[in-house]
């Protein structure tokens, strides 16, 4: 949930408005409780990084340069953050997933 509401703010942000966090926080609330929320949660996930990507691929070099709206920091900046941010979180789950393998 967490990686979903950023790809939406980052999105919202290439798009040229100024938004500091998620509308659902920062770590919005893992209510999944069961095999059809937790694959609803996954396609919430899966569209917003096929949106973010869309829209990535229509940018222009010479937007990359641009400042963030709000923000002091490049396009390409925050680009690199977004790639940053998933890899982090993909290294998280990985040592999460070795934990219960463990168990």
Do not use: C
């Amino acid at each position: 949930m967490h990686i979903g509401a950023w790809q939406e703010v980052f999105l919202q942000r290439l798009m040229g408005q100024a938004v500091d966090e998620p509308k659902e926080g920062d770590f919005p609330p893992a209510t999944v409780s069961g095999e059809q929320e937790w694959k609803a949660a996954q396609q919430m996930l899966e569209r917003s990084h096929r949106k973010l990507l869309e829209y990535y691929a229509t940018l222009q070099n010479s937007q990359l340069d641009d400042k963030v709206i709000g923000k002091d920091y490049s396009t390409a900046f925050m680009l690199h953050g977004i790639i940053r941010h998933h890899v982090y979180h993909a290294g998280q789950i990985g040592l999460l997933k070795k934990l219960i393998r463990q168990s």
